[in-house]
Nanobody, 126 residues
């Protein structure tokens, strides 16, 4: 059974940093793309970043480009999201996902991800 477990969320002041982690288990992810999405209250779930497990190719939403960095640790089956220069608008529940989108065009599509974690809350105060 596939499990994705997020950790690392919390409360931080604007301009601060947090590092989220997603521990993946239950299958081999070598052919998968791992993504981070976020959902703020009363808003749609939106794409944040993605990384291909095998080659480590990364892709970011414009809103986080230059501030966030996604990486994966193959030995530990873990994906990280380093978040710097945080803004109040980054406040949301952050969710890890695993899927097989056919190309980078589909990385932002929620429907292309088969497995989801429960999420971890990130709150950025002004």
């Amino acid at each position: 059974q596939v499990q994705l477990v997020e950790s690392g969320g919390g409360l931080v002041q604007a301009g601060g940093s947090l590092r989220l982690s997603c521990a993946a288990s239950g299958r081999t992810f070598s052919s998968y793309t791992m993504g981070w999405f976020r959902q703020a209250p009363a808003k749609e779930r939106e794409f944040v970043a993605a990384i291909t497990w095998s080659a480590g190719i990364t892709y970011y939403a414009d809103s986080v480009k230059g501030r966030f960095a996604i990486s994966r640790d193959k030995a530990k089956n873990t994906v990280h999201l380093q978040m710097n220069s945080l803004k109040p608008d980054d406040t949301a529940v952050y969710l890890c996902a695993a899927g097989t989108p056919l190309s980078s065009y589909y990385y932002t599509f929620r429907s292309r991800y088969d497995y989801w974690g429960q999420g971890t809350q990130v709150t950025v105060s002004s």
